[in-house]
């Protein structure tokens, strides 16, 4: 396994923007995928993001798509999220993961995961 250490969260106002990373121990290998999710108080874990670690290519939820952008560095081991035009139902604990599955969006695909990073969006 890889270990995973997020950061970046904090408390903004609505409107503002975040650059949340995500730094990895160990070599992931081209063909895994890093991915972000985030919890929010009383509710399930849901997907944000994807990035397959070779190629490069991402996909969202739609919720996020074209407000949130994921992107990686290969040779710091990081990878990030921007999240720009931040809501107050964006609150929530983030968290990035590893699946050995390139393009999986099923949390149950990740075997690694990170303790999380806490985003408070105000009014």
């Known amino acids: 396994q890889v270990q995973l250490v997020e950061s970046g969260g904090g408390l903004v106002q609505a409107g503002a923007s975040l650059r949340l990373s995500c730094a990895a121990s160990g070599r992931i290998h081209s063909s895994y995928a890093m991915g972000w999710f985030r919890q929010a108080p009383g509710m399930d874990r849901e997907f944000v993001a994807l990035i397959n670690w070779g190629e490069g290519r991402t996909y969202y939820a739609d919720d996020f798509q074209g407000r949130f952008a994921i992107s990686r560095d290969i040779a710091k081991n990081t990878v990030y999220l921007q999240m720009n035009s931040l809501k107050p139902e964006d609150t929530a604990v983030y968290f990035c993961?590893?699946?050995?599955?390139?393009?999986?969006?099923?949390?149950?695909?990740?075997?690694?995961w990170g303790r999380g990073t806490q985003v408070t969006v105000s009014s």
């Open positions: 993961a590893r699946s050995q599955y390139g393009l999986s969006r099923r949390q149950t695909d990740y075997d690694s």
